[in-house]
């Protein structure tokens, strides 16, 4: 059964998108000029900016303005013109990669930032692909066009033939860095003269401009060899490209590019306004059993992509994010949660501007709503109005550093094991457990050493724990399991067998070299670099 007509057009305006890149590309500086043009924030204060000035942006956690990094994502909900946008802001760097791909099952269509600099980089490979993987539509988005850097036909170029993904301009740059003037929008034919002094974000000039026919127009805005390279690059394109064609990009053939400078507010606007045209709203989803969810059901449909403890911090508190998928969310209500088997009811739910929270009473497929946890939520978990629902499972990595903590105050060991606990149940480490020690003294694993070094900061600045990180000589976990899928409890050839936190069996070794004598010695079992979250 379908959604009332109210409903039904309440969930096809909203959009919800992740920004994504390879670190430092822009993505919280052009996540923060978003909320700008959206009217949620007023002022735009640097992310990297002076100790005094007040950051508003997504990087809200101590640690990442210390360091000037996005460590965790982040969700903020806006509306601009007729559309509720639910835009999340994810970190770049490859130790968190985790949440970000958690954030890519959660949206329906990405932004990807490429630095004009530095064009393709090792992470925006990666991310294509997996956006690819998800068939997930992909806008691209060249920034720090007020720097120095590639120039636009290479640079899509470069694109095209390392990523595999067709481009199709959408804007033009009229110049680069110190002559950068403007942008050209190419589908509507008009290009935005910017200032570069200005004072005004407002101060923008747009003038109609049709190629061929207003060339001159260039000459009076930039310095004559960048018009005449505009004008030339302009030629090429006109001639070489077909029109735009929206399925071929929904379907991820294409990707629309853009050009501007976050940092500066060039061209944020022009990308506004061509996703606003173009961004898919709420895509069915798929579920474990090979069924489709559709958005527009009248059953509310969910899942947590992402549990975020202490945001508030004087209130100890813990919100499970929930992508809606399918119908209308009510504060209050009651949902079947399909891993526990009974009902639970939702009754604190908010919405976000990174870590400023607003309760919200409904929300509908496509939105996040944060909810109140009090320990009953896994990343993963489904929840339904009625029935049992289980999306595809959320990608878990298999860590590569490991470690023990030890806490010289032992009366503090039992705080140590609960913050231990909720840091890993929000993904950002993993435990695992020695059968004949217990849970006490869990070993940590991490992706990679940021996470290490998020983990100690978290733990003295959210919990007050002085406590010193022993590493351990681990290298690789598998989870072993016969091919049918059944957990494999005994190995032979002398293997280290842990437990993970939800009691599956885990072998930790050295190197490669010791899990290839394993594989030999067992045969029949796989090594599974992760397993899926779902019990
Ligand atoms: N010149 C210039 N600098 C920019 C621009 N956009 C962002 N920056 C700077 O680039 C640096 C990184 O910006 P962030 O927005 O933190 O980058 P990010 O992609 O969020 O980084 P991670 O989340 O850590 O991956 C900051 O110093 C920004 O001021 C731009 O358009 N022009
Ligand atoms: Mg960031």
Not at 464 to 478: C, D, G, H, T, W
Request: hydrophobic share 35%.
């Amino acid at each position: 059964m379908l959604s009332t007509p109210q409903v039904q057009k309440e969930i096809q305006r909203r959009r919800t998108f992740a920004i994504i890149s390879h670190p430092d590309a822009g993505k919280t500086t052009l996540t923060e000029k978003l909320l700008y043009h959206g009217g949620v924030i007023h002022e735009t204060g640097e992310v990297k900016g002076k100790s005094g000035t007040k950051a508003v942006t997504s990087d809200w956690m101590e640690l990442e303005r210390q360091k000037g990094i996005s460590i965790t994502s982040s969700v903020m909900t806006f509306d601009y013109g007729d559309l509720r946008v639910n835009l999340l802001d994810t970190p770049g760097h490859k130790d968190f990669s985790e949440d970000t791909y958690r954030v890519l099952m959660a949206v329906d269509s990405a932004a990807m930032l490429i630095d004009v600099a530095k064009g393709v980089e090792e992470r925006t490979k990666k991310l294509y692909e997996v956006c690819r993987l998800r068939k997930i539509p992909i806008f691209t988005f060249v920034n720090k066009l007020d720097r120095e850097g590639k120039d636009p036909l290479t640079l899509i170029d470069e694109v095209e033939k390392t990523l595999n993904m067709q481009c199709y301009p959408v804007t033009w740059p009229l110049g680069i860095g110190q002559r950068f003037r403007g942008i050209y929008n190419r589908l509507t034919k008009e290009i935005w003269i910017y200032d570069q002094r200005r004072e005004e974000v407002e101060d923008y000039k747009i003038i109609p401009f049709e190629k061929g026919k207003d060339d001159a127009i260039l000459y009076d805005y930039l310095d004559k060899e960048s018009a005449d390279q505009v004008l030339e690059e302009l030629d090429l394109i006109e001639g070489a490209l077909p029109p735009f064609d929206v399925n071929e990009f929904l379907n991820g053939q294409i990707s629309p590019v853009t050009f501007g400078s976050a940092k500066q507010n060039f061209g944020v606007d022009t990308f506004l306004q061509f996703f606003t045209k173009y961004a898919p709203g709420p895509q069915p989803r798929h579920t474990k059993d090979d069924k489709e969810v559709d958005p527009l059901d009248a059953k509310f449909t969910g899942f947590v992509f992402k549990i975020q403890a202490n945001m508030d911090r004087r209130h100890r508190d813990r919100i499970a994010f929930i992508r809606i998928c399918s119908g209308k969310f009510e504060r209050g209500m009651k949902v079947q949660h399909s891993r526990l088997e009974r009902e639970l009811r939702l009754s604190y739910s908010s919405q976000f501007v990174a870590a400023d929270k607003e309760t919200v009473d409904e929300a509908y497929a496509g939105d996040i709503v944060g909810v109140g946890d009090t320990g009953n939520f896994a990343i993963g978990d489904c929840v339904s109005s009625s029935g049992k629902v289980q999306f595809e499972d959320i990608p878990k990595f298999a860590p590569e550093l490991f470690g023990r903590l030890s806490v010289r105050d032992a009366l503090k060991r039992q705080k140590m094991q609960e913050a231990l606990q909720h840091l890993s149940e929000e993904g950002a480490i993993q435990l695992f457990i020695e059968p004949h020690i217990g849970a006490q003294d869990p070993i940590i694993g991490a992706v990679g050493e940021l996470q290490f070094e998020v983990l100690m900061h978290r733990l003295k600045d959210e919990y007050n724990l002085e406590v010193k990180l022993n590493r351990l000589p681990y290298s690789v976990a598998r989870w072993p399991r016969t091919a049918d899928g059944k957990a494999v409890t005994e190995l032979k050839g002398g293997a280290n067998m842990f437990r993970d936190l939800i009691d599956n069996p885990v072998v930790l070794v050295n190197q490669e070299w010791d899990l290839n004598w394993l594989k030999r010695e067992n045969p029949d079992v796989e090594f599974q670099t992760s397993i899926s979250r779902a019990r």
